[in-house]
T-cell receptor, first 115, second 112 residues
Framework: EAQVTQNPRYLITVTGKKLTVTCSQN?????MSWYRQDPGLGLRQIYY???????DKGDVPEGYKVSRKEKRNFPLILESPSPNQTSLYFC??????????????FGPGTRLTVT | SQKIEQNSEALNIQEGKTATLTCNYT??????LQWYRQDPGRGPVFLLL?????KEKRKERLKVTFDTTLKQSLFHITASQPADSATYLC???????????FGQGTELSVKP
């Protein structure tokens, strides 16, 4: 079954404690991306990756890091989380080498609370 | 900077009617525009894509139009059903396909 998985699904943490949210896909997709969703602000892109070892900033990259060492995984790293990073996070993948004319498949989401 | 706006208010319609959702954008000429459906607590699900050289695209009860002069896309659901109740998002794609901008979404409620 084609899947995008995220872990953890829910996380409550404290300010400054480094965390990683994993994203894995089994569809052999080249393109992967991270979004955060906040009430009234909609989905905002954090980082994206066109292919292995290729990453680029989205609209809200501050406070986040990513890496793409292998095709199937695209972890999101918060080195020093702050309360304003409390949000619902989605990973998405796309078949093509660009996000252009390919639909994006979204993961189930990770709800993060930073106290 | 790029800006994309959808109907800010929730849309309430009667079952069987046609729902029309609007997506307006500024400062950009996208090559592609996508529409997604999102249910509460779940990730968005792709519905339709339309290219800049396409005026209209249809899929079953769904229809999307794309007017690059008006910088607007309209999303129609004909013969709406309560199961169509959800939030609908439009997204513009640019920067060689890497970057996406989403609208804030329009919540649709279809009453029986």
């Amino acid at each position: 079954e084609a899947q995008v998985t995220q872990n953890p699904r829910y996380l409550i943490t404290v300010t400054g404690k480094k965390l990683t949210v994993t994203c894995s896909q089994n569809m052999n997709h080249e393109y992967m991306s991270w979004y955060r969703q906040d009430p009234g602000l909609g989905l905002r892109q954090i980082y994206y990756s066109m292919n292995v070892e290729v990453t680029d900033k989205g609209d809200v990259p501050e406070g986040y890091k990513v890496s793409r060492k292998e095709k199937r995984n695209f972890p999101l790293i918060l080195e020093s989380p702050s309360p304003n990073q409390t949000s619902l996070y989605f990973c998405a993948t796309s078949r093509g080498g660009t996000g252009y004319n390919y639909e994006q498949y979204f993961g189930p989401g990770t709800r993060l609370t930073v106290t | 900077s790029q800006k994309i706006e959808q109907n800010s208010e929730a849309l309430n319609i009667q079952e069987g009617k046609t729902a029309t959702l609007t997506c307006n954008y500024t400062n950009y000429s996208p090559a592609y525009l996508q529409w997604y459906r999102q249910d509460p607590g779940r990730g968005p699900v792709f519905l339709l894509l339309i290219r800049e050289n396409e005026k209209e695209k249809r899929k079953e009860r769904l229809k999307v139009t794309f007017d690059t002069t008006l910088k607007q896309s309209l999303f129609h659901i004909t013969a709406s059903q309560p199961a169509d109740s959800a939030t609908y998002l439009c997204a513009l794609i640019y920067n060689q396909g890497g970057k996406l901008i989403f609208g804030q979404g329009t919540e649709l409620s279809v009453k029986p």
